[in-house]
């Protein structure tokens, strides 16, 4: 009789609170930490009881439905998060100024739709750009920026200037 495959474990999801690598970073700090802390109750022979967590943590358990006592689903876990700082697709936004946290939310919704349900958007600031934004990926850089429009215009801008150019 041949073995049974083995059941393969349910494909974990990333939550729209984890935004970035540092959101990774940060909630893998806090489950090694929660581990540790869970580990010491119960060889200690103490009552087992959570400390807060944050919010970012709270949401990468209930999205994935993890047994945050249970050290299996908690190793599967930050194994998953440690897979993703490494292997996640990454994606690099400058804005002129730091964007809501409504607008962050709907374009990390929008690309993990559209382009990889575990892309990781790290945001940065570059007031230098005025207005729109500067996209960069591990092999391309793309400038909306206004900056970068009034620079590509500025021979048509200074032919409208001299009356070479009737509008």
């Known amino acids: 009789m041949a073995p049974e495959p083995a059941?393969?474990?349910?494909v974990l999801v990333l939550p729209q609170a984890i935004v970035g690598q540092v959101d990774i970073i940060r909630a893998t700090r806090?489950?090694?930490a929660l581990g540790d802390m869970?580990?010491?109750?119960?060889?200690?022979?103490t009552a087992v009881q959570l400390p807060p967590i944050s919010e970012r943590l709270a949401a990468?358990?209930?999205a994935n439905k993890v047994d945050i006592q249970n050290q299996t689903e908690r190793q599967r876990l930050y194994d998953f998060l440690g897979e993703l700082k490494t292997k996640a697709p990454r994606l690099h936004m400058s804005f002129a100024s730091e964007p809501a946290g409504l607008f962050t939310e709907k374009i990390i919704t929008w690309l993990?739709?559209?382009i990889h349900p575990l892309l990781?958007?790290?945001i940065g600031l570059q007031p230098t750009i005025a207005a729109g934004c500067v996209i960069r990926t591990s092999s391309k850089i793309i400038d909306c920026s206004i900056r970068q429009r009034l620079?590509?215009?500025?021979?048509?801008?200074?032919?409208?200037?001299r009356g070479d150019i009737h509008a």
């Open 30 to 32: 806090e489950l090694e």
């Open 151 to 161: 620079v590509n215009s500025t021979p048509d801008l200074l032919k409208r200037l």
């Open 112 to 114: 993990r739709t559209e």
């Open 38 to 45: 869970l580990s010491q109750q119960k060889r200690g022979g």
């Open 7 to 10: 059941t393969p474990s349910p």
């Open 120 to 122: 990781l958007l790290d």
């Open 60 to 62: 990468v358990i209930e």
